[in-house]
């Protein structure tokens, strides 16, 4: 099931990850999609998460 999220992002970092799905070839949404996942199971495997500050 799919679901909209509003979320707030620096401009910056949103233009960057729009040009790598651009270059990979697929929405901005399924790289969102594919990191969450990735973070979702690197926290299930006990994997810490670094926050860049």
Do not use: H, W
């Not at 960057?16 to 990735?38: H, R």
């Amino acid at each position: 099931m799919k679901t909209i999220s509003n979320i707030k992002v620096d401009r910056e970092v949103r233009d960057q990850a729009f040009e790598i799905a651009n270059d990979m070839g697929v929405p901005l949404n399924t790289l969102t999609n594919v990191f969450l996942k990735k973070a979702d199971r690197d926290i299930k495997d006990g994997k810490n998460l670094v926050i860049p500050k």
